[in-house]
Every structure is written in C-alpha cells, then in structure tokens.
C-alpha cells in the first residue's frame, strides 16, 4: 500500500473524530480551537506529504516528512506540558474545595450535630460507590 | 488561654485512631484551656470518631491532601476562627506537649519559633545522606533566615497571629514544603524565626524511613525543594501580610479593613 494512502485516512479519521467530539460537546471550546487548527492544517499533509518539501530544505531538514516529524514532536510536547499545566490548576481548585468543605463539616458538626462520618471511605461509599476500591 | 491568648493546637491526623487519645488527653491534662484541632486526612480508620470523642475539634478532609494540605487547612482555620496563636504538633506522640508554654514564650521576639530536635535537648540522631541533607538544609535556611536553626525540618512548630494570616493564604502543599518551603517563604517575606531547643519522644506509632537509597532521594528532593523555595515568586496579597503584629493590641488597623 503506497504511504500517502495510509497518511490521508488517518489525517481524514483525526479530523472526523476531533469534530465528532466537537459535535457531542465532549471537548471544551478553548481545547477544540486548538485541536480544529491542528486537525486542518495536518489533514491536507496526509493527502501530499510532499508540500512542505521545499520549505523543509529552505530550513536545513532533508524531507518534508521529516519536518512534519520534528514538528510533530514539538507540538506534542507543548500541548502535554499545557496538560499538566491545566491539571495542576485543577488541583489547586480542588484543594480549595476540599478545604471548604471540611471547614463547613467542622462548623456543622460543632453547632449544628452534623455527623462525623467514621470513616471517610463510610461517607465516601455513601455517596459514590466507584470511588473507593 | 495561656497567657490571655487563645491558642490552637493543629494536629495533622492520617489513620492516627490509635495514638490520638494519649496525646490528647496529654494536651488537656498540660494545657488546659487550649483548642485542639485534629485534622483528619482522609483517614480509612474512626481517627475522626476517636478524636470528638475526646473532646477535640475535628475537620475532616474528604480526601487525602498530605501533611501540607492538612496544615494549610488548619491555618485556614485558625486564622478564619481568629486564633492568636497555632501550634503545629505530630499526632503520634514524638512533640511532648510540655514544650508548648515555652515555644509560646518565644513569640514575643519572633513569629514562628520552630521547636528543634538537635539545640541540646534529647538524644534525637540520625546519619548518612539524610543527616547530610539535614545539615545542609541547616546552613541555607539559618543564612536565608539570618539566625542559627539546626532543625529545619522539624514539625513542631509556633505561629502568631500575621504568621497564622500569612500560612492561610500561603502555605506550600508539596512534598517538604509543610517544612522547607513553608520557613523560607517567611524568611523572604519578612517574618523572624528562632528556635527553641525540644526533647523529642520515641514515637509510639508507625515507623521511621531508614535506608540509605531513600536518604539519597529524601537529600536530592530536599535540595530541589530548597531551589524551588528561593526562586519562587511570592504572591502580591501574599507578601502584602506584614509581619511583626505580635500582639492582638499591635495589630496594624490596615490589616483590619481588609
């Protein structure tokens, strides 16, 4: 099977797939511009690797597909970074939270007889059955 | 009460049901009249049970958030319950609660007075890589604090009032920042520590980490900890808390309107 074959239907199935998340909701706006723009500008590379062989050898890189690895690298690695950017935040804000309502759980439970779970798997459990093993 | 203020003993809990009642019946037998505040992190065990039932206040983490977070949420509290004074103390047993009218005492020239494991008192030793990382710790945050500290990790620990203020707005949650972080965030904001020499207790529960390849990674952690801590940039709100309010009286009426 010739390689553009292979590169064309999975640069086609990414786009499909980041518009059917996009469709369902399941990607936050903020995320899907990001993703739309790397869906379109990739897809047409998939169709002709060849379009970025010149620009390649204007920067010193052998192969457009060689470009496009290296800078697939780099795009991958910016947007883990940004993950764990995000993720920690999300932990600050679930700290946050955490401690809010264990300040509101002593207060109840000093002034108003809320119970003191015996355990916090007890309450968790009570709650939520998948979140404790 | 000691002294006319009124005092809170934090004590950050994780499956500690089975030593907390000794060391809260010690803390009410030596200090009457003192709050304590048990701070359940996310225990499996009835630690929260057992300490209401002896009479402490009790806040339960919904989930596990570490030393550091359970710290941080006892500043919070003690500073949202208008506390003048927070003691920080290990629910197993290792801080003898009769240190803590001294390290009280201490407060009147400093804001957080640590309470030191190798200033004379007690046979406390350790060795290798981790006695290392303990020494170097020593040498950077006595300069960074510009006073003599030996013990730079330890987690018995006194606050005043600004100190209390500043804890709950700033106070590092990763691993060592409960102790590293947390002193050279003070130092560089202004804050006076000092230590006070303490005799520490065998501990009755759980067990010490010993091998050497741990103290390599405790001492490599510990020095990016160390880094991190010196080149961290401080929050505006946070370092706009002025330190030196060492008396209710004393309180700077800025700091009131806000």
């Known amino acids: 099977m010739h390689l553009t074959v292979i590169t064309s239907i999975t640069g086609v199935l990414v786009l499909v797939y980041i518009l059917e998340l996009l469709r369902r909701q399941q990607l936050r706006e903020k995320y899907a511009a990001i993703w739309l723009a790397i869906g379109v500008v990739v897809a047409p590379l998939g169709f002709f690797p060849t379009i970025l062989d010149s620009t390649a050898r204007k920067l010193g890189i052998a192969s457009g597909v060689s470009l496009v690895l290296f800078a697939g690298f780099v795009l991958l690695l910016l947007v883990s970074l940004h993950l764990s950017w995000e993720a920690s935040r999300l932990e600050a804000e679930t700290r946050t939270l955490a401690e809010d309502v264990a300040m509101m759980r002593a207060y109840l439970a000093e002034h108003h007889d809320y119970p003191i779970a015996r355990s916090n798997s007890d309450a968790a459990k009570a709650t939520d059955p998948g979140v404790t093993a | ?258």
Not at chain 2, 151 to 161: E, I, M, Q, W
Not at chain 2, 190 to 214: C, D, H, L
């Open chain 2, 1 to 258: 009460m000691i002294d006319g203020k009124r005092v809170l003993i934090i004590l950050p809990a994780w499956n500690e049901a089975e030593g907390l009642p000794k060391i809260l019946r010690e803390i009410q037998q030596k200090l009457p009249g003192v709050d304590t505040l048990v701070v359940d992190d996310g225990s499996t065990d009835s630690t929260a049970a057992v300490a209401a039932a002896h009479g402490s206040k009790v806040a339960q983490l919904p989930y596990n958030l570490g030393v550091g977070g359970a710290m941080r949420f006892g500043y919070r509290y003690a500073h949202l319950h208008d506390y003048d004074v927070a003691l920080q103390c290990d629910a197993d047993g290792q801080h003898d609660p009769s240190y803590v009218p001294t390290l009280i005492a201490k407060l009147d020239e400093a804001d957080l007075v640590i309470g030191a494991r190798f200033a004379g008192e007690g046979s406390y030793k350790v060795r290798g890589p981790r006695s290392w990382a303990m020494k170097l710790l020593s040498v950077v945050l006595s300069r960074v604090a510009r006073t003599r500290l030996t013990d730079t990790t330890s987690g018995y620990k006194a606050c005043n009032k600004s100190m209390i203020e500043f804890f709950s707005h700033w106070y590092p949650v990763e691993y060592l920042g409960d102790t590293i972080e947390s002193m050279v965030g003070a130092a560089r904001c202004g804050f006076v520590i000092r230590q006070v020499p303490v005799a520490m207790r065998e501990r009755t529960t759980g067990t010490p980490s010993a091998s050497p390849i741990k103290a390599t990674i405790y001492l490599a952690r510990a020095g990016l900890v160390l880094l991190l801590a010196m080149i961290r940039r401080m929050p505006k709100h946070v370092k706009a808390i002025q330190p030196g309010t060492r008396t209710t009286a004393a309180r700077s009426p800025q700091l009131i309107g806000r």
